[in-house]
């Protein structure tokens, strides 16, 4: 061996190619992708046998696909399903559950309408403004959970369900005895005191695309950069993939878990702000729910990862705005509801399969490399 | 060798040493307590002349709501008694909801009961089936399961429901017959007789009356559901505990692997169990829509199952412990109903015995305790002087926030089965 | 005491991927005695015993019970044959009552109801006739350890078995109970039972049994009886004769004393058990490797637990003249704490993920990988590359999920891992378990390399060989505390394996 040699030994070129990469990719995204197929067939057999047409459902389902009014609809419906994915997702990569994203999105939003309707600023520092007390709140919300789960050891699953049913009581009383606003106007549908203009998110293209795709948008981006590309990220799925072995390396599991209820929370109470601030600017009864249940199935859909969620949510937004052309066709429109829930389920059993078939060929496949190669490898008794 | 005798004391007993009442409870202790707290709330019903507190109709109207929660909780006890963790039930009581409104308006009442303990075990079959044959974490089941049972039922009832009179997307056309309802003669006026324990209600004497109230609440107007849904409570305890069915059952949720080495099959069992967990949650949600009402609509069950899952884990996982905690939210739901002039005088209540619960803690010098206790007290008393009436967001909120309360504070003094939520795959070494 | 055989195992061989666990192994139990098997860790005794009792089949060999031969295919036909087996980790369910997890599986009933009369009854019998009495109605969670494995006993009584395989009984037991333990197998064995024991604990075995056979590497040595031998010459027969002879150094050991620890104690009190860790002290030094032998669950994993600061621990450990006592394991790695742990799976690898993303979880605190809290990917996938090379990991790539590898390369690429990140002390637990023997020594190598340079080491291994190959000091563990000192070149296979027995000179 040479000198250089000793010093630099060569580096061994690795026999494997980015094909596993790719087939890794392949088998998750198809995973999802036979799901949703599972679903529909499903979904069209349901049709059948209760005497509805199925293809003309799917006929229907595809002239909304390209109709153009029908996807900035599209969009629209998703953004609060994919933040609401997102916030479900961070806490997910951990190994928790957050249920409480329901709750968390409603505090968001109510206390967003009304502090924001009290406060008077320009343009520029009040949208940024409601946007930040709206996500804190949910992050508050959700760091009760954090707390009763590094405090006291109180599962999360059950916290953050009783949590939402909380919220919603809560909110009801305060809106009802504090909030309600009249103004002026004798209609009956009571609600918070508008935000001023200032603080309304205007849209992009009338009255079919809000501006708060850019929230959205950058949302993402962040969940992409912080999760999967930053060294808390990396921590943070490490306590997810194998506590122990984080612990081992020093990773404390408390600090996570706590971080990661405040970051989910406060991506959760910006859900419900696209409605704050793009349409309603004001709180009331009639307000949407549900985005924290459609949430969690979006995230799963899309395996919590970013491109997955916007797909699954761009999906899922789709279906919703097929409900009402459906209607017409005389397809119940919640057949809509179905093939989404059905997804979810098939999804999740699917995927799980998927994983051990793929994890299983893997190893085969190294091993059989492995002895291509001519590794004539014995090993020593464990 | 041991060249000294070293003398080992016996394992000190553990902070949450697992009382006969962990397991039967019922014990002497329990009973004398129990005694005594409802002679001290026929004590404050009739210094603030709180009628509702103690009445008939309020004993009525508390059975019926706290029968959907106790199934909810006994679903949930049978399921995480054997291992799985059902988040569910609150989807598998909707498809009981409407499965039971539908049977009932095409069939009648029995038939629509029936339907409901159908619609709800296929709910737990579902479960049972990804958690054991696909390994599905147990949560996400669940989750998944109420999204879809949320979703499906809208799509049956704008099939099933839409054009017929009384029924549209969101409620069946009422049952076309009531489950009959029973009077005890002598005791409740029952067939004509005097209704003795009604009169001696009436009176308002301190004690009788108030017992006469409670028992009258069970011997009037009492639906035959309401008794068969009761006898399930001492039933599942049986079976659990008494039949080798239920001790394998527990086995499963206490420790899979060991039962496995001593040739136990884990998998059947837990079909088994989640059946009979879907079933139970189903006819919770059959009553629901055929005895608390009288059709199905959607949302009739308002997060009932998640009670019921919270009645579980402070009941310890023992049927009564689940009776316990049901009833006392079907008491406050009752209470809220039919008197919610007498909430505030429950602070009454509340206070006192809080301030017993202090003078308790002070004497055993345990002070911090004490303190939260003293401040709860005061803060009841307070409550019970200066408010007419409680919001009912507010208390539609107790149940939540004591379930909250109660896993903060006592997680480590619940017994929760071993093994339960974990993943378990047949032939995995303990 | 009957001249029959309970048991004979002859010619028994047991493979598995990789590794031959049993071969040639011949063994006869006569009736009514108890017959111990002694070994080492990894010396082929629990497998041996699992094969008897029909947990897996045996590649080669014949087990003939009570002069039938037999062909176990699972643990219900070796209870059919009377065999029973207590686990060294009992198979209870603690919420259970002592009875219910007796009859679990076996259950009287009258009708459909449990007959729990009935259980107790028989129960009662058994307890009584065979002198091992525990509290029937009593919560297992509520039993100490001892009761604890009476309740496995009975299990195994109340099934019938007539043959009682006991795995490492005493491992957990203080002196009080194994006292106990041992009158109530000779109560068993008056009564007419056989009892196969498994230990290491060789003065036990001296005092209890009637017949040893000691297993090493897989096949049986010798089967003696007590009063035939000692402890030292079982202790010889166990590790071998002949040990490597370690390789001269050419480097000096430093001044700096780079890990000390003082009077360090874990799990004391408490339960009432015995402390996992009593009282150890020592320290190493710059350029050392100090090796600590012992059988595996003598205490050696707490102790790492309370160097690295993730166990409750009283005592001082004082890492490059910074106290570090009451510090996160966090400050102690940053401070260059590395750790090869003990076992790979549980608390070293993320199996789902990248060779590289396993190479990242204890070195992101190092800037050239994660410069200012992003994940350098480039950076780490090179260094994974340079360290697959080093340590001639065999992968595909660096992109595959870990749990495509064998477990040697599992651990090459955790020796490589901590190795190259540059680390002032070393806690290596059997770095090479798994890894094939061109390799070992390869790894021997490097950490001689490392040690040249300055690395102190702990090396804790129970593999004989890899102790004299690379320590400069050796202190022995047992029961929680250190209780030998010796230099490698002082080190006997008697005087080894006496200390790791708990013997005394």
Redesign the interface.
């Known amino acids: 061996m040479t000198l250089d040699e000793i010093v630099n030994p060569p580096v061994k070129k690795t026999t494997g190619s980015r094909r596993g990469d790719l087939e890794r990719t392949m088998v998750t995204i198809g995973s999802s992708l036979v799901a949703v197929l599972v679903a529909f067939v499903i979904s069209g057999l349901l049709l059948a046998i209760t005497g509805k047409d199925p293809f003309a459902a799917f006929s229907k389902m595809g002239e909304v696909a390209t109709n153009t009014d029908k996807l900035y609809e599209t969009v629209q419906r998703a953004m609060p399903f994919i933040m609401s994915a997102v916030a479900f997702a961070i806490t997910a990569k951990l190994g928790l559950f957050n249920i409480g994203v329901e709750g968390q999105f409603l505090m968001g939003m109510f206390w967003a309408a009304v502090i924001g309707a009290y406060v008077e600023l320009p343009a520029v520092l009040h949208i940024p403004f409601v946007i930040i007390v709206g996500s804190i709140a949910g992050a508050m919300w959700g760091a009760i959970a954090g707390y009763l789960k590094v405090k006291r050891g109180v599962n999360e699953v059950i916290s953050t369900i009783m949590l939402n049913a909380i919220a919603l009581q809560v909110i009801d009383w305060l809106f009802n005895e504090f909030f309600r606003f009249d103004d002026g106007t004798g209609s009956l549908d009571v609600r918070t005191k508008q935000l001023p203009e200032s603080a309304w998110m205007p849209d992009i293209v009338d009255n079919q695309l809000n501006g708060f795709v850019v929230v959205v948008l950058l949302v993402v981006i962040a969940y992409y950069v912080v999760v999967f590309r930053s060294r808390f990220g990396f921590r943070l799925r490490a306590s997810g993939l194998n506590p122990e072995a984080a612990r081992t390396s020093g990773i404390s599991a408390n600090k996570m878990v706590l971080l990661a209820m405040l970051i989910s929370g406060l991506v959760a109470g910006l859900v419900g702000l696209q409605y704050l601030m793009g349409e309603s600017h004001s709180y009331g009864p009639t307000r949407p729910s549900g985005y924290g249940f459609t949430g969690i199935g979006v995230a799963l859909l899309g395996r919590n990862h970013p491109i997955g969620i916007v797909a699954a949510g761009l999906l899922f937004g789709f279906l919703e705005a097929a409900g009402g052309p459906l209607q017409l066709e005389d397809i119940p429109s919640s057949i809509v509801r179905v093939i989404q829930g059905i997804t979810l389920f098939s999804v999740v059993i699917i995927s799980g399969a998927a994983d051990r078939w793929y994890a299983k060929r893997t190893t085969e496949r190294a091993a059989r490399d492995m002895q291509l190669a001519g590794s004539g490898e014995q090993e020593v008794a464990a | 060798?041991?060249d000294?005798?070293?003398?080992?004391?016996?394992?000190?007993?553990?902070e949450s040493?697992?009382t006969l009442l962990d397991r039967l409870p019922g014990s002497n202790n329990t009973i004398l307590i129990a005694a005594f707290l409802f002679v001290l709330l026929a004590f404050v019903r009739t210094v603030t002349d709180a009628d509702a507190l103690t009445s008939s109709s309020t004993v009525g109207v508390a059975i019926r709501a706290t029968i959907p929660i106790m199934l909810a909780g006994l679903a949930g006890l049978w399921a995480e008694r054997a291992g799985v963790?059902n988040?569910g039930i609150e989807g598998m009581m909707i498809l009981g909801t409407w499965f039971g409104g539908w049977a009932a308006w095409q069939w009648g009442p029995w038939v629509g009961l029936i339907m409901a303990v159908v619609g709800g075990s296929i709910g737990g079959l579902?479960h049972a089936v990804?958690v054991v044959r696909?390994?599905?974490d147990h949560?996400?089941?669940g989750?998944?399961?109420?999204?879809?049972?949320?979703?499906?039922m809208?799509?049956l009832?704008?099939?099933a429901f839409v054009g017929e009179q009384g029924g549209g997307?969101s409620q069946s056309p009422p049952q076309s017959s009531a489950i009959p309802r029973i009077n005890l003669p002598f005791l409740a006026g029952g067939g004509d007789t005097t209704d003795i324990l009604g009169n001696l209600e009436d009176r308002g004497w301190f004690l009788i009356s108030d017992i006469a109230g409670v028992l009258g609440g069970f011997a009037h107007n009492l639906s035959w559901a309401s008794v068969i849904a009761l006898t399930l409570v001492p039933l599942t305890g049986w079976i659990l505990w008494?039949?080798?069915?239920?001790?394998?059952v527990?086995?499963s949720g206490?420790?899979p692997?060991?039962?496995e080495?001593?040739?136990?099959r884990i998998a059947p069992l837990r079909y088994a169990a989640l059946s009979i967990s879907g079933g139970l949650a189903g006819l919770g949600g059959g009553y629901l829509a055929i005895i608390s009402s009288s059709f199905y609509r959607e949302g009739q069950t308002a997060?009932r199952g998640?009670i019921g899952?919270?009645t579980m884990?402070f009941g310890n996982w023992n049927p009564i412990g689940v009776l316990g905690g049901a009833s006392l939210f079907g008491f406050g739901e009752a209470l809220n109903l039919v008197g919610p002039a007498a909430l505030p005088k429950l602070f009454l209540y509340l206070a006192i015995v809080a301030g017993l619960v202090f003078v308790r803690s002070a004497m055993r010098r345990r002070w911090v305790p004490a303190a939260v206790q003293g401040t709860l007290g005061v803060a009841c008393l307070v409550v019970f002087l200066t408010v007419d009436k409680i919001?009912?967001?507010?208390t539609?909120?107790v149940p939540?926030?004591l379930?909250?309360v109660v896993?903060?504070?006592a997680?480590?003094r619940l017994?929760m089965?071993?093994h339960d939520g974990k993943p378990f795959r047949s032939g995995e070494d303990? | 005491m009957s001249d029959d055989l309970a048991v004979e195992l002859i010619g028994i061989e047991k493979r598995f991927p990789g590794v031959i666990a049993n071969h040639d192994v011949n063994i006869s139990v006569t009736s009514g005695t108890i017959h111990a098997i002694v070994g080492e860790n990894g010396a082929g005794k629990s497998t041996l015993m699992k094969t008897l009792y029909g947990m897996h089949r045996p590649e080669k060999g014949r087990v003939i019970v009570n002069g039938t031969e037999q062909n176990f295919k699972s643990p219900s036909d070796a209870i059919d044959a009377g065999i029973g087996m207590v686990h060294q980790h009992f198979m209870l369910a603690d919420n259970f009552t002592v009875t219910e997890n007796i009859i679990l599986g076996a259950e009287p009933t009258n009708g459909v109801r449990l007959d729990l009369k009935a259980a107790k009854r028989r129960l009662t019998e058994i307890a009584t006739s065979s002198g091992i009495e525990v509290d029937l109605d009593a919560l297992v969670a509520d039993l100490g350890v001892g009761q604890r494995q009476r309740v496995e006993i009975l299990k195994v009584l109340y099934r019938g078995a007539k043959i009682l395989i006991l795995d490492e009984p005493t491992a957990v037991l203080v002196p009080q109970e194994v006292d106990e333990l041992f009158e109530n197998l000779k109560q068993l064995v008056a009564d007419g039972a056989t009892v196969i024991f498994i230990s290491h604990k060789l003065d036990e075995v001296m005092a209890v049994s009637d017949e040893i056979t000691v297993i090493r590497a897989g096949t049986t040595v010798t089967t003696v009886l007590p009063s035939e031998t000692d402890q030292k010459q079982l202790a010889e027969y166990m590790v071998g004769s002949e040990l490597p002879a370690g390789e001269p150094r050419t480097t000096e050991i430093g001044d700096a004393v780079r890990l000390d620890v003082n009077g360090v104690s874990v799990g004391a009190g408490g339960d009432g058990g015995r402390p996992a860790v009593d009282d150890v002290s020592f320290s190493v030094h710059a350029g050392e490797i100090l090796g600590v032998a012992g059988v595996e669950g003598n205490g050696q994993f707490e102790l790492c637990q309370a160097i690295l600061g993730l166990a409750d621990a009283t005592g001082s450990v004082i890492f490059d003249g910074h106290d570090v006592s009451s510090r996160p394991a966090r400050e102690r790695q940053d401070l260059g704490l590395a750790y090869i742990p003990f076992d790979r799976h549980t608390e070293g690898l993320m199996l789902d993920s990248s060779l590289w993303e396993n190479l990242l979880l204890t070195r992101d605190n190092d800037p050239e990988l994660c410069p200012h809290g992003f994940v350098d990917q480039a950076a780490v996938r090179a260094a994974t590359v340079a360290t697959i090379s080093r340590y001639d990991v065999m992968t595909p790539s660096e992109t595959v999920p870990i749990y495509a590898l064998s477990g040697g390369n599992q651990q090459k690429l955790l020796v490589g891992r901590e190795l190259d990140s540059g680390p002032t002390v070393l806690l290596a637990a059997h770095p090479t378990r798994g890894v094939d023997v061109g390799a070992q020594s390869s790894i021997w190598d490097k950490l001689r390399e490392a040690r040249d340079a300055g690395l102190a080491v702990l090396l804790i291994t129970a593999d004989l060989e890899e102790l004299l190959a690379l320590s400069d000091r050796i202190i022995v563990m047992f029961d929680g505390k250190v209780n030998a000192e010796l230099s490698p070149s002082d080190a006997t296979p008697e005087l080894l394996g006496t200390y790791m027995t708990g013997g005394a000179v």
């Open positions: 060798m041991s000294t005798l070293i003398h080992t004391d016996p394992a000190p007993q553990p040493k697992p963790i988040i579902v990804a696909f390994n599905v949560i996400i089941s989750v998944a399961i109420n999204i879809l049972a949320f979703g499906a809208r799509f009832s704008e099939l997307i008494r039949t080798v069915f239920g001790l394998r527990r086995s206490e420790a692997g060991a039962a080495t001593l040739g136990v997060s998640f899952l919270a884990i919001p009912e967001p507010l539609k909120s939540f926030v379930t909250l896993l903060a504070s997680t480590q017994r089965p071993a303990h």
